[in-house]
């Protein structure tokens, strides 16, 4: 580690069939001195993630829809969150939007975005902030507090829903 920077490697095993990726996909992330972080495999519309070598151990899956614009993260056997993306299709409503939704700590609930959509107030409910126009740069902006250096619809930060009134306490 040097300056505050862990490196760490990706392999990535692609199984294919006919010369054309279908099937599993593995990943295994390691770091800068060889020691064994987590590995995942790609199955379908799903990642099922490890904490071995040999993809035995689950520690939890990320499914998502056929669009690609809700994903569901369980752990072990429940569902632990649910990220929807609103459909922007060549970006013409601007920036995209984010949606987390979380069960309270304590709950669980089988299906979070039904209920979501039932009874929003039984859920925790984050989005990303949205980034303001800037005439200047004539482009959308976000502050950063000068931890991004690099412009991308990848950075992105995540605060309450302040529409349904409520505020979420992160502790460390």
Same mark, same amino acid.
């Given at each position: 580690?040097?300056?505050?920077? &862990?490196?760490? #490697? ?12 279908? +099937? ?15 590995? #995942?495999?790609? !199955? ?21 829809? $056929?669009?690609?614009?809700?994903? !569901? ?13 609103? !459909? ?5 409503? +601007? ?10 700590? +304590?709950?669980? $609930?089988?299906?979070?975005?039904? #209920? ?7 859920? &925790? ?23 991004? #250096? ?14 349904? +009134?409520?505020?979420?306490? $992160?502790?460390?």
């Amino acid at each position: 580690m040097e300056n505050g920077i &862990i490196q760490s #490697t990706v392999a990535i095993n692609h199984k294919k069939l006919f010369r054309i990726h279908r +099937g599993k996909t593995t990943i295994k992330l390691t770091l800068e001195n060889n020691m064994f972080l987590l590995s #995942t495999s790609k !199955t379908g519309n799903t990642f099922s993630i490890y904490s071995d070598t040999n993809s035995s151990n689950l520690i939890g899956k990320v499914e998502s829809n $056929f669009l690609g614009t809700e994903y !569901t993260i369980f752990n072990s056997d429940k569902q632990v969150a649910v990220v929807c993306y609103d !459909t922007n299709i060549l970006g013409l409503k +601007g920036p995209r939007r984010m949606t987390i939704i979380l069960p309270p700590e +304590g709950q669980s $609930f089988s299906d979070l975005s039904k #209920t979501f959509k039932e009874t929003p107030d039984q859920v &925790i409910v984050l989005q990303n902030k949205q980034p303001m126009w800037n005439e200047e740069s004539q482009s959308f902006v976000l502050n950063f507090e000068g931890r991004v #250096t690099l412009a991308s619809v990848k950075n992105f930060q995540i605060v309450p829903d302040l529409d349904l +009134g409520k505020f979420i306490l $992160f502790k460390l």
